[in-house]
């Protein structure tokens, strides 16, 4: 299994299981986050946690082992199409998701840290958009919620650097929620949350879902999900990812 769903006190956390290969995504752990999605509409937790197993990432992005087959738009159109609505069902979730960022989020990882409503960052995590490393844009939706979590010259800047920012950085541009740096922190972050009644959480989230729904954001999520796809079929994309390929076979 490449994934892990576990209720307690009434937290519902899911890790991604994939900890060999950066806890990169592939179709096993899109069906686990649909379960989530699933889970929370029937068993009601006060929050959700999205995590992943060991220190070193939340999570690389697409597996490129799997997603590199994908060569033309209309092949990876549905991939990327999947995921975004993967990503916008957890978006707007009626409870806040926390991303517990334990190591680095780079690519698609980013954007599944993006789509949630806080960010816990380990002290050692690198995150970024590293996607105009590969000549793609984000394509699960994640630029379009970056533009909707950063003030734009700061959401512009870090799609556009396409590099990892360390903790500290993430932390001033506004990405971070909070740095991390031991379980105390993390258990003082949920507790001042557990201090509000979860209806209260709920109706402010509420809030938050009808602006995305009256801007548009999933009209929005669909032209970035297109526009990947667009770049993905090009030579230079397919290029970058063997020379990825090539040197993790070294
Ligand atoms: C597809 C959707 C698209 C989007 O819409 O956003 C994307 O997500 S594009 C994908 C973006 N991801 C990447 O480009 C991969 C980036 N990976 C890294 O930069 C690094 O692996 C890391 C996450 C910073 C971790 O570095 P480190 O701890 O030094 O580990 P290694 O690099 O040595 O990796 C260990 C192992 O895992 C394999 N790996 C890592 N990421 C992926 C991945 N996304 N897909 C497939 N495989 C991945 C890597 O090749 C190594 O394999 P072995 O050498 O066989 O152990």
């Known amino acids: ?17 994939r900890p060999d290969i950066r806890n990169a995504i592939n179709e096993g752990v899109m069906e686990g986050f649909e379960e989530l999605t699933k889970k929370v509409h029937k068993s009601n937790p006060r929050f959700v946690i999205i995590t992943a197993s060991g220190s ?20 990876a159109y549905p991939m990327l199409k999947r995921m975004s609505e993967v990503l916008y069902a957890i978006k707007t979730l009626p409870v806040p998701v926390i991303a517990l960022v334990n190591g680095a989020a780079v690519g698609g990882g980013c954007e599944i840290a993006t789509a ?21 844009t984000s394509g699960w939706g994640g630029g379009s919620y970056l533009f909707e979590t950063l003030q734009h010259d700061r959401a512009l800047k870090m799609l556009s650097d396409a590099r990892a920012y360390p903790a500290d950085e993430l932390l001033e541009n506004g990405w971070a929620t909070k740095i991390v740096r031991d379980d105390a922190d993390i258990e003082a972050f949920i507790h001042s949350m557990k201090k509000i009644r979860p209806e209260v959480h709920r109706a402010y989230k509420e809030i938050a879902i009808r602006k995305w729904q009256a801007s548009g954001l999933k009209d929005r999520v669909e032209s970035e999900v297109r526009r990947c796809a667009e770049l993905w079929e090009a030579d230079v994309h397919h290029e970058a990812v063997d020379n990825f390929l090539a040197k993790a076979k070294k």
């Open 56 to 75: 070193q990432a939340f999570c690389s992005g697409g597996d490129l082992s799997v997603f590199h087959e994908l060569k033309t738009k209309e092949q």
């Open 1 to 17: 299994m490449s994934y892990k769903i576990e209720m307690a006190d009434e937290i519902l956390t899911f890790t991604i299981d």
């Open 116 to 136: 949630c409503d806080y960010r816990l960052v380990r002290e050692h995590a690198k995150c970024g958009f590293i996607q105009g490393t590969l000549a793609i």
